[in-house]
């Protein structure tokens, strides 16, 4: 792999002797052709992922402000998620704040464009995946939540599962917030370029089954609103979907519990698809 910068991580626990389990992080450098840059992700593969066959992959965005590692560094189970799931695990980078849009004002921030079509292709270029839609799930915290909402709904051919927790969902009612004016314009300037790209406003583009879903937001988290009304929209449009409330707040503790239920999710879904 002398394409691109390897940091490799091996973990192993031991009992009597015994390997457990063991996973590996590699933090590679990928090319975006449509923003001409490098940028790096982290991939976990599990255990297994020597044993020839192909895997399915989650792909895990980070939220604003955060960055391709945050995943590992902060929520400590990753290290182990790979191999409870088997999965491989893709945790983009997402910039500071590009919400995963394609900006209709700044040509130069294209992540709707990097994560559903460049990243997609060169990690099934490079790792054994399933290179379906049936083997591709993506999910994430806060601005990635909305991010992974965002992509799956636009780009139902390249994801089958998509998940969010805490996940800006709605994002008229923060004109103010995390950067937003700068990729789509100032909400009292541009209000259809908000009205576009807010993940509630795309529910038109779902049929029922379409889409494996599961949204989870804390009752005391700020974004529990616009979280409640996307699961009360997608119940008028008999989308199924799983929804997960429970006491909690805008933090790492809510999510390294909620990212267990995430993954299972996702396993669940890559399991029925290979079970028809």
């Not at 982290?42 to 255990?47: A, G, L, N, R």
């Not at 590992?72 to 990753?78: H, I, T």
């Not at 909305?146 to 800006?168: I, N, P, R, T, W």
């Not at 509630?200 to 804390?218: E, R």
Request: a positive charge; glycine letters at 8%.
């Amino acid at each position: 792999m002398n394409l691109f910068k390897r940091l490799v991580i091996v973990i192993t626990l031991c009992l009597g002797g015994r390997e457990v389990w063991a996973v590996k992080v590699d933090t590679v450098e990928t090319y975006s052709a449509s923003m001409k840059k490098n940028i790096k992700a982290v991939v976990i593969t599990p255990d297994s992922y020597s044993s020839g066959k192909e895997f399915p992959v989650v792909y895990l965005l980070h939220g604003y402000s955060g960055n391709y590692s945050d995943w590992v560094k902060k929520a400590p189970f990753m290290q182990q998620a790979a191999d409870t799931y088997q999965s491989i695990i893709v945790c983009p980078d997402g910039n500071f704040s590009s919400w995963y849009w394609d900006s209709p004002v700044d040509a130069s921030w294209r992540y709707e464009t990097y994560v559903s079509q460049e990243l997609v292709k060169w990690i099934d270029d490079h790792y054994k995946t399933i290179k379906a839609r049936t083997g591709r799930a993506i999910t994430g915290l806060s601005m990635g939540g909305h991010g992974a909402l965002y992509l799956a709904f636009k780009h139902q051919d390249v994801f089958g599962a998509a998940g969010s927790m805490s996940g800006g969902v709605d994002i008229r009612p923060f004109p103010n917030n995390w950067d937003m004016a700068k990729r789509l314009g100032t909400y009292a300037q541009a209000p259809e370029n908000w009205e576009k790209n807010t993940v509630i406003n795309l529910l038109h583009l779902l049929t029922p089954g379409s889409l494996a879903i599961i949204v989870d937001c804390g009752t005391e988290d700020f974004f529990f609103r616009v979280n409640n009304n996307l699961h009360e929209k997608m119940l008028e449009r008999n989308i199924a979907h799983d929804y997960i409330t429970r006491p909690g707040g805008h933090n790492w503790n809510y999510w390294n519990n909620g990212v267990n239920y995430q993954l299972l999710f996702m396993k669940q879904y890559f399991d029925k698809q290979r079970n028809k």
